[in-house]
């Protein structure tokens, strides 16, 4: 249906401008205020227009870091950011697609109460059992190590449960095709089940490399080590730097950074999404 | 090759249905058999023991000489062709036919020639760098069927392959199926309830019902004559007119019950209370003067097919759930309230007994 009601174009877009100005004007200022030298976002007016200090303040936040912080260079912990990013990511979609086929395909005692039991999971949050995870990784040794910054974040119920959805979609005959053809369990997955669920791990990697590059609470508890700081905790210590005023172009362009990862992750793998989609057959 | 035999087959699923209740047969090799069956009545079941997707509760399954029942699927050197196809959605239509051969080892140049030799008969020539979603209904068909050609099994089996195309195709595939199996001579099983395509392809038909096997034999055989009720209402279309009677006091004739009229043929054994059904097909009914008529129908709905009509009514007088099919020329104009006088070759009136359902032979 095609209406012709011009105010109510008008309207509509006005309310979608102001819609992306809410959402982009912060990081825009974000941004100005990262190319302008340290006295100008201090001296009471905010400037609206980028200013000259770009390539320095950049440049100094990624080698040596904000001095007021403990002048751990922002390129460390984009680095540490990332890795933790991605080994959750990573662990999580693997060990939840594993979990998953075992709960779709396989006929074993319990399957029912292992299904409820990762589900229920979803009830407890890193927040809320963080003492006794925090308990079990210290006593693990794992206290300023990758590991300790991922592994207690990797179990997921919510992909385990999107996995299982997927695969009883999977029509069942295909599962029977591949036994005549002579393909055992392991074989089924890596050869139809993995590439059948390309997309879903293209979106779900997505969102969990997001998920755990936004960690906060988490690193900010198992890190003490400044060399496994990570980008999101640091951003937060900069401000809380004592006897100085907080120097916001180094944390504007700290930010900027730490924008920038996920980012790049959903621009690159959009395509992958898309691609997926258009390929999907049914 | 080899022929596939079996041997007090049941199947008692873990929560107490009993899906198979007994089937001994031999198929010999080479031969095409069909199970045909309403939806339920455990064909599918059968088909997917012998594949070695159901366990076999108890009895045997023998493939050639071997008993299968504890052998992995993909150790009975068979292939089958499913309803959806399930074809692998993410592989051309090469790997689809190729993977089976590639999980067993066949040296890659084997491949590529079995999957082109296939793809020439089944004129998928073009096709093969394709994706599944790229093809048509009888092309996935078709690829459906290379998959398991490629194999060169022992025994094909079909698990209704032909339900997802549209009609004209179906003719198109049947005759391809039949063709294929010709030339290749492989055993096949082949699952449908459609009882044209039992019929057109069975060298012969195994009629399922419940669980039973009801009747087996050649599909003439079956149509000339049917085992049980079931069988001959299920076989033949429009399917076979039942009316019930009692045989004649002398013993030479049928009493339709009502005035329904009398038939000038007594069932070979009449059962306790004299108590029959006859059966009789709407092509083996024929219109006659009213003097030769054995039967009498006022018609109500004639449908009108071309080559022929078919003619539904009651049978005059014939009391309640008399209801009678005629298969007329169609050139012979039948208009509803007519009465049409007919008659029946002695040879074409079946007999069954009302209470096991048993022909009376």
Known sequence: MVENRPWLTVFSHVVLCLGVLVTALPIWIAFVASTHPADSMLSGRTPLLPGGNMLENYATVLGSGVKAAGSIPVGTMLWNSFVMALMIAVGKIAISIIAAYAIVYFRFPLRKTCFWVIFITLMLPVEVRILPTFGVVASLDMLNSYWGLSVPLIASATATFLFRQFFLTVPEELAEAARIDGAGPLKFFRDILLPLSRTNIAALFVILFIFGWNQYLWPLLVTTDEGFYTIVMGIQRMLQAEDAEPAWHEIMATSMLAMLPPVLVVVFMQRLFVKGLIEQEK | ?361
């Open chain 2, 1 to 361: 090759m080899a022929g596939l035999e079996f041997v007090g087959v049941r199947k008692t699923y873990p929560n107490g249905v009993k899906a198979i209740h007994g089937i001994d047969m031999a198929v010999s090799d080479g031969e095409f058999v069909v199970i045909v069956g309403p939806s339920g009545c455990g064909k599918s079941t059968l088909l997917r023991m012998v594949a070695g997707l159901e366990t076999v509760t108890e009895g045997e399954i023998r493939i050639g000489e071997n008993r299968v029942n504890e052998l992995e699927p993909a150790d009975r050197n068979i292939a089958m062709v499913f309803q959806n196809y399930a074809l692998y959605p993410h592989m051309s239509v090469f790997d689809n036919m190729a993977y089976g051969l590639r999980n067993r080892r066949t040296p890659r140049n084997e491949i590529a020639r079995r999957v082109a030799e296939a793809a020439g008969t089944l004129q998928l020539e073009g096709l093969l760098d394709r994706r599944p979603g790229q093809l048509s209904g009888g092309q996935r068909q078709r690829v459906a069927m290379g998959r398991a050609i490629v194999r060169e099994p022992e025994a094909f089996l079909f698990d209704e392959p032909l339900s997802n195309l549209d009609a004209k195709l179906r003719v198109q595939m049947r005759l391809e199926i039949k063709r294929l199996q010709r030339a290749l001579g492989t055993t096949s099983l082949y699952v449908t309830h459609d009882q044209v395509e039992a019929m057109t392809l069975a060298d012969r038909l195994i009629v399922m019902n419940a669980g039973v096997a009801e009747q087996i034999g050649t599909p003439l055989e079956i149509y000339d004559a049917p085992a049980t009720l079931f069988v001959a209402g299920f076989i033949g279309s429009p399917a076979m007119n039942f009316l019930s009677g009692t045989v004649a006091e002398d013993g030479t004739g049928a009493q339709l019950d009502g005035s329904g009229g009398t038939l000038p043929v007594a069932p070979p054994a009449s059962p306790d209370g004299g108590r029959i059904v006859v059966g009789i097909r709407p092509e083996h009914l024929e219109p006659v003067s009213r003097e030769e008529a054995a039967l009498e129908v006022v018609v109500e709905l004639v449908e009108a097919l071309g080559a022929d009509s078919l003619v539904h009514g009651q049978l005059a007088d014939g009391g309640e759930g008399a209801a009678v099919t005629v298969r007329v020329d169609g050139a012979r104009r039948v208009a509803a309230g007519d009465v049409l006088s007919l008659a029946v070759a002695p040879n074409h009136v079946h007999f069954f007994n009302p209470d096991d359902g048993k022909r009376l032979a």
